[in-house]
Nanobody, 125 residues
Framework: QVQLVESGGDSVQTGGSLRLSCAASGLPSGNYCMGWFRQAPGKDREGVATIHTTASRTYYRDSVKGRFTISRDDATNMVYLQMNSLKPDDTAMYYC??????????????????WGQGTQVTVSS
C-alpha cells in the first residue's frame, strides 16, 4: 500500500521560503501522479501543484505560479514543494497525495486516492 509522510511545514513571515517534503513508499513502477494540496480552516481543500512520473508536465494553481515549484527525486522516492515569496493567504495545512495507474495528473482532490497526514504552514504579516 502507498504511504505518504509530509514534513517541512513551519511558521514564517511574509516573503519567506519553505520547502515541503513528501516521503513516499509503496509506489510501484508505472504511471502515477503526485500532488500537493492545501486546506485552510473553513475552506475547501484546493490543488496547489502536481507532477507526473514522466515529469514532462506540471500543474500549478494560478495563485502560486512563479512562487512555488514541485519536483521529485526518483532515487529517494521524495516529492518536494519549494515555496518562495510566501503570503498570508498561503497559510494552510499542506497535504501530499498520489494517484496510481493514470497517464495524466488530475487537479481535483477527489481524484487522488492516497493521502498523507499533512504539515502546517503558517505565514504571518
Amino acid at each position: 500500500q502507498v504511504q505518504l509522510v509530509e514534513s517541512g511545514g513551519d511558521s514564517v513571515q511574509t516573503g519567506g521560503s519553505l520547502r515541503l517534503s513528501c516521503a513516499a513508499s509503496g509506489l510501484p513502477s508505472g504511471n502515477y501522479c503526485m500532488g500537493w494540496f492545501r486546506q485552510a480552516p473553513g475552506k475547501d481543500r484546493e490543488g496547489v501543484a502536481t507532477i507526473h512520473t514522466t515529469a514532462s508536465r506540471t500543474y500549478y494553481r494560478d495563485s502560486v505560479k512563479g512562487r512555488f515549484t514541485i519536483s521529485r527525486d526518483d532515487a529517494t522516492n521524495m516529492v518536494y514543494l519549494q515555496m518562495n515569496s510566501l503570503k498570508p493567504d498561503d497559510t494552510a495545512m499542506y497535504y501530499c497525495a498520489a494517484r496510481l495507474w493514470i497517464s495524466y495528473c488530475p487537479v481535483r482532490d477527489w481524484e487522488f486516492l492516497s493521502w498523507g497526514q499533512g504539515t502546517q504552514v503558517t505565514v504571518s504579516s
